[in-house]
Structure formats: structure tokens, C-alpha cells
């Protein structure tokens, strides 16, 4: 799967910035590893502390275009080749730099040092680049992002329009288990009424710690409550309550891990990714637990690996679960592929 970035041409307002911070040990000098800082603010919002002349700006922007040619002449597996990168130094330098009114010196939110060290990391070491920036643009949002969580994906939007077109919507009580960023949530967050609320769950302490960052930038903690915990382990005061439940959950079979692209199987949480042997596991899990998770004419959506997992789940919801679950439907992703899986409680 490659990962992608929408064009910061529809990126949203600043919005005011919450501090996320690690437990690291403080110290005055540089951190080796700039994307590791204690203050985790997505690189787009941090302040114009720093600055360096244009003539060095240049002299780094020949030096990581030509670390790009030559690390990546063709297309990977992936298709990740000079030009992706080539597209991400352009974002790199959008999000850090801004012109000043000395024509020679431009200012920097991260310094110039720390650029070298950050492309470095992107092109050597294949780390993804919303982990170096902090932050994916999904729908209309711009989520802070950090290692040790999933990078939310395009195609799971969908998730959210699924969940918009159910009677009800608007003012129900929804579930978004296994939150990672806090994507699904905050999405639902900001369609919900009045009386609408959701909950989103995360076994990850990582990713609970983020997911309520975002829903915090956003205004959301009216209508999006962050809980830690393992599937429906935290949901028991909801049981039978939930109008609908909406998931994301690791599909991938533990032995395709090591194949994935570099980006996704040498830096991402295996945690998010890996579903077992057949990367059913969790899947099968979710819906069992459904069934008493939902209430009467409740709504489920799930995303899954695509066509043949898709059908193999919706099946043994009609023939194990049957009882319990109607109008099962197996729904395509951008690409056409079957990746979603939707259906009600009866």
C-alpha cells in the first residue's frame, strides 16, 4: 500500500495547538533524532524559532534532490521512485519554512541541521513521511501523527459516509474500536447533533495519547470520549446501547508483514497491522462481539483486507451469526475492491 498525501492547498485553519509530550529525559542539546522531540507538535505548527540564509536553503534542496535521484532512479515495488520523494521534499519545505522580509534569510520551525537529518531518515531508512512531519491529511482534517501509530489511509474515509447514511446518524451513540489517530472518531465527531456521541477505543497507550490530541485541536471532546482498552473491553457500561460500531482492525496475515512496503512493515505498529495467521482474528472478534454490543437495528461497518476476507467474514456472519445480523453487504473501496463490510443488528 503506498501512502499518500493530499495537497496542502486544502489544508485547514490553524487551530489552537495542545502540547503532546513524551516521557523522555530532558536535555538542552539537539535532539539527534528530530522527529522524537518532547513537545510532538506537528512540524507545520511549530514557530519560526529558526532561520538560515537562501543560499544554504539551496545548497539543502540540490543535496536531498540528488540523494533522491540516486537512491530511487525507478520505481520500487511500491512505486515509491524519485519523483514521490521528489513531491514530499516539496511538502517538507512547504511546512517549514516561510519567507522573511530580509531577502537573503528565511525563517525555519525546525533547524537546518535537523532538515538534513529528517530527509536522511525518509530516504535511507524508508520512514514514512508523516511520521517526519507529524501529521495526514484525511478528509477535511489534518491529523497529528507519530510513530507507533497507524497513518491513517484514504480509502478508509469511507468508513465515515458509511456510517453518515444510517438513519439515526446524527444523534446516536457510535463506537470506533481500535481509534489509532482518532480519524474515525473525529470524523463522525463532526457530522454528529446535538445528542450524538462517540466512543473510541485503543488498547495502544500511544494511540490513545493521540487520538485525544486530535479530538482536543478540534473541539471534539463534547461528542468524542477517549478510552484505553481491548476491543470491547471498555464499552461494558454501552452494552446493547450502541447505535452503531465502526472499525478499522489489523487484517493483514502475520506471515505478509515482512512483505509490505518498507514504509509500512519496517515503521509502522505491527500491533495495527497484524491479524493472525489467516489476518482474520480480530475480525472474527468484532463480530462476534457485536452482537451484544449493538442494539436492535444497530449498524456495523468494518474494513478489511479486500475481496476475499470480505467475503469469507460476510459469510460466516450469515451462517454462524445469522440469527443476529441482517442485510450484510460487502461495499467497494475507491479501487473497486470489496473492502468493507456492512450490515445490522437484528
Not at 452503531?244 to 509502522?268: C, D, F, K, T
Not at 482474520?280 to 456495523?300: P, R, T, Y
Amino acid at each position: 500500500m503506498v501512502i499518500t498525501r493530499v495537497p496542502l492547498s486544502i489544508r485547514s485553519p490553524p487551530l489552537p495547538i495542545p502540547v503532546l509530550r513524551q516521557n523522555l529525559h530532558c536535555s538542552s542539546s539537539r535532539n539527534p533524532n528530530p522527529n522524537q522531540n518532547q513537545t510532538l507538535t506537528p512540524l507545520f505548527l511549530r514557530p519560526l524559532t529558526h532561520s538560515t540564509t537562501t543560499t544554504k536553503l539551496s545548497s539543502f534542496h540540490h543535496w536531498a534532490q540528488t540523494l533522491a535521484r540516486s537512491s530511487f532512479p525507478n520505481p520500487d515495488d511500491a512505486g515509491v521512485d524519485s519523483s514521490h520523494l521528489l513531491r514530499e521534499l516539496s511538502w517538507l519545505l512547504q511546512d517549514t519554512t516561510s519567507t522573511s522580509s530580509d531577502t537573503d534569510t528565511v525563517r525555519l520551525r525546525a533547524h537546518l541541521d535537523d532538515l538534513y537529518s529528517l530527509w536522511r531518515q525518509r530516504v535511507e531508512e524508508r520512514k514514512p513521511f508523516q511520521y517526519l512531519v507529524g501529521n495526514e491529511h484525511w478528509r477535511d482534517l489534518v491529523l497529528v501523527v507519530r510513530e507507533g501509530v497507524l497513518i491513517p489511509r484514504p480509502e478508509t474515509e469511507l468508513l465515515v459516509d458509511l456510517a453518515s447514511e444510517v438513519d439515526g446518524f446524527r444523534e446516536g451513540l457510535w463506537a470506533d474500536m481500535g481509534t489509532g489517530t482518532g480519524a474515525i472518531a473525529a470524523g463522525i465527531g463532526r457530522e454528529l447533533g446535538t445528542g450524538g456521541s462517540v466512543i473510541a477505543t485503543d488498547v495502544s497507550e500511544t494511540a490513545v495519547e493521540v487520538a485525544r490530541f486530535n479530538v482536543k485541536r478540534y473541539g471534539l471532546e463534547d461528542k468524542v470520549e477517549i478510552r484505553q482498552g481491548s476491543w470491547f473491553d471498555p464499552l461494558q457500561d454501552v452494552k446493547g446501547r450502541l447505535t452503531g460500531l465502526i472499525s478499522n482492525p489489523p487484517y493483514i496475515p502475520s506471515s505478509h508483514i515482512s512483505g509490505l512496503q518498507a514504509e509500512v512493515g519496517r515503521h509502522e505498529p505491527r500491533l495495527a497491522l497484524d491479524g493472525g495467521e489467516n489476518g482474520m482474528q480480530h475480525l472474527v472478534h468484532l463480530c462476534e462481539g457485536s452482537a451484544s454490543a449493538l442494539k436492535a437495528g444497530g449498524f456495523f461497518a468494518f474494513e478489511t483486507n479486500g475481496d476475499e476476507q470480505t467475503e469469507f467474514i460476510a459469510d460466516l456472519m450469515k451462517t454462524k451469526w445469522g440469527d443476529f445480523f441482517c442485510n450484510i453487504k460487502r461495499v467497494p473501496d475507491f479501487a473497486g475492491i470489496k473492502r468493507f463490510l456492512t450490515g445490522y443488528r437484528r
